[in-house]
């Protein structure tokens, strides 16, 4: 069973939030990063507490380390030498590899998240925007107390308008499918993936292979933390309206394009396997039944839900390897940056997008095979192309409908996603934070 | 190198490998990655058996046989041409050896899963060197693979760079067409 009151709640379960902000923070001194620590762990909401949160407990506060982070706060280095390689080379290093290249190079990327300095990110979340300017003020005023401790960089989170359904700003319904964890006492909706073993997001449990795999030193600073693969990716909103536009005519082909690239109806989610040729709001908002399809029988060729859709791509769902799928879980937290561009307005060349963190036990494991293979890897299924979301895209931008009686090229002329930032976290527990506060 | 040869599949063409077995290094999640070849993907593990574990080894092949022949789709993630188990050196050595379309650092955790599962750990149980703790330390289950790969310094291809995918799809193809003629009698 879970230690619900020793785990940060960011990754099991959603405050009744609307608003975020990621501040990155950097150390000045280690004293100086152990008396924040120590000032604000008090102040982090367990998996606990914020399931049974009211709606007034505002403890909504977490914290997460890079590996520089955690060398600056004084970790030894015997046991810093027991952390993960991606974790302590950090997410920049490892770019050739995820598929980070060209425009989406780290070299481009923003918030000084490549900085040797970033140590820290704490999330502060809030009910409303009265609410979020109290929880900036307390910790602004906190900072000005503790000189050694300062702000890199903020992302302000916001959710964009029409605020009936979460989606990002292209206008896709998001969060119709997150792995469950064994032992939660939630059940699994038909055709989502079979409970995960705990040891599958968070340190010190056994996971799907039943064994509890060697956790980085000392336990109780590893015991119920997890890893947290962070990306934050520019929505270039007018390249893909003009995308829409230049391979449909009228508003239902251009909402058909949509729904291809994705692999779900823009609007309601429904998944092209159960229907093609029409939006069916009731079926994409039933989750007894918006995610009961297959590929491997319902869709072979790629008729319904081209084979190099985004949830087609992240999400294989074929039974020859869904074993091994459940190895790749990560459970997404994040949400929309930047201004709303309304749907008939131009781009205004605004800065806007999804900035994401990826937990899960494995980054090598889970997140990077997501990023570099799923998502980057143009041998995949042999279409010689890319995540058309999720994927780092230098050219312009092509993907492959099946389509009888043969194959049709959807085409544009730029990417209409850029990676602009990523990182690797330490997500610990309460416990694992009150030792980093107490190190010496 | 480019993944294409330029005359297409249908010219035979060959690829001499310096000695680190990659022309510009690359890391991948685990390591330096390997180039694919007129021959694909590959990797050849030569390691030492422990004394008098020659016959278990050459037992185990009868268990995979029957595995494949129960779930024939097995080991289908890893995109595989060909394996090859080879015991040698008068059965002091033992090599392992596969051909296939995916570069194996993107799919290393499968390949490690597959040989769990597979049995296959107990051949590396007898070989010398295997780490004890590989059930909950697969990082070291990883590197003995690495630290016991020898890259090849020549490969060939008569059809190269051809995935199995392709090639079982023509197979389809011609059957399919057959097939036709047969109905068009």
């Known amino acids: 069973m879970l230690e619900l009151e020793d785990i940060q709640h960011y990754l099991l379960t959603r405050p009744h939030a609307t608003i975020a902000q990621y501040n990155f923070i950097t150390f000045r001194s280690a004293e100086a990063g152990r008396n924040w620590v120590n000032a604000l762990s008090d102040l982090v909401g367990t998996a606990k507490t914020v399931m049974a949160a009211n709606e007034t407990d505002m403890r909504w506060v977490s914290l997460a380390f890079t590996f520089n982070g955690l060398r600056k706060l004084g970790l030894d280095e015997d046991s810093l030498a027991t952390f993960p390689e991606p974790f302590k080379q950090g997410m920049a290093a490892r ?38 300017e109290r929880c900036i003020k307390q910790h602004d005023e906190y900072l000005k107390k503790n000189p050694g401790v300062e702000i890199l960089s903020s992302l302000l989170i916001e959710a964009v308008p029409p605020l009936e359904y979460v989606h990002e700003h292209f206008g896709y319904r998001d969060r119709i499918t997150t792995p469950v964890i064994e032992g939660m006492g939630i059940e699994a909706t038909p055709g989502s993936h079979a409970p995960s073993k705990p040891g599958e997001f968070f340190l010190g449990y056994p996971d799907d292979e039943g064994v509890i795999p060697m956790q980085p030193q000392p336990e109780i600073l590893s015991k119920n933390g997890s890893f947290l693969g962070y990306r934050k990716i520019r929505e270039h909103v007018g390249a893909f309206r003009d995308f829409l536009k230049a391979n449909g005519k009228t508003h239902e082909e251009q909402e058909l394009v949509a729904a291809k690239i994705m692999g779900r109806w823009r609007k309601t989610g429904a998944p092209l396997v159960l229907c093609p040729e029409k939006d069916d709001r009731e079926l994409g908002f039933d989750n007894m039944r918006n995610n009961n399809f297959d590929y491997e029988k319902m869709d ?117 996603t850029t990676v602009t930032g990523g990182a690797y976290f330490f997500l610990p527990g309460i416990k694992g934070l009150k030792y980093l506060a107490s190190l010496k | 190198m480019s993944n294409n040869s330029k005359n297409g599949w249908s010219t035979p063409a060959a690829l001499a490998i310096p000695k680190e077995g990659y022309f510009k290094k690359e890391d991948g999640r685990y390591g330096p990655l390997f180039p694919k070849t007129p021959a694909n993907y590959g990797f050849t593990i030569i390691c030492k058996v422990k004394p008098g574990r020659a016959e278990i080894i050459r037992n185990h092949g009868n268990t995979i046989q029957k595995a494949i022949t129960e779930s024939p ?25 596969g051909i296939f379309d995916t570069d194996f650092d993107k799919y290393t955790e499968d390949a490690v899963d597959l040989f769990s599962l597979s049995g296959l750990t107990t051949v590396f149980e007898n070989l010398e060197g295997f780490p004890e703790d590989w059930k909950t330390n697969k990082e070291a289950f990883v590197k003995f693979v690495r630290d016991h790969q020898c890259p090849s310094f020549l490969e060939y ?29």
């Open chain 1, 95 to 132: 770019a050739q590899m995820l598929g980070d290249t060209g425009p989406n190079h780290p070299d481009n990327w923003e918030d000084k998240i490549t900085s040797e300095d970033l140590h820290a990110v704490v999330i502060l979340f809030a009910r409303d925007k009265a609410e979020r």
């Open chain 1, 300 to 416: 072979p060729h790629g008729y319904a839900c081209p084979v190099t859709s985004h949830i087609r791509r992240m999400n294989v769902r074929d039974t020859k390897v869904s074993r091994i799928m459940n190895r790749r879980l990560i459970i997404r937290r994040g949400g929309t940056y930047g201004p709303y561009l309304p749907d008939d307005a131009p781009d205004d060349g605004a800065n806007r997008g999804i900035a994401v963190f990826g937990g899960c036990t494995n980054l090598a494991r889970q997140f990077e095979f997501l990023i570099s293979v799923w998502a980057n890897d143009p041998e995949f299924m042999e279409l010689n192309e890319r995540d058309p979301f999720a994927g780092s895209i230098d050219g312009p931008f092509e993907m492959t409908i099946p389509k009888r009686p043969i194959k049709k090229k959807l085409k544009g002329l730029n990417a209409f």
């Open chain 2, 73 to 97: 789709s097995f080991l289908a993630p890893l995109k595989l041409h060909y394996l090859r188990w080879v015991l040698f050196d008068g059965d002091t050595r033992f090599m392992y050896q």
């Open chain 2, 157 to 185: 291809g008569e059809y190269p760079y051809v995935s199995s995918d392709e090639i079982k799809k023509a197979l389809k193809l011609k059957d399919a067409f057959s097939e036709m003629l047969d109905q068009m009698q």
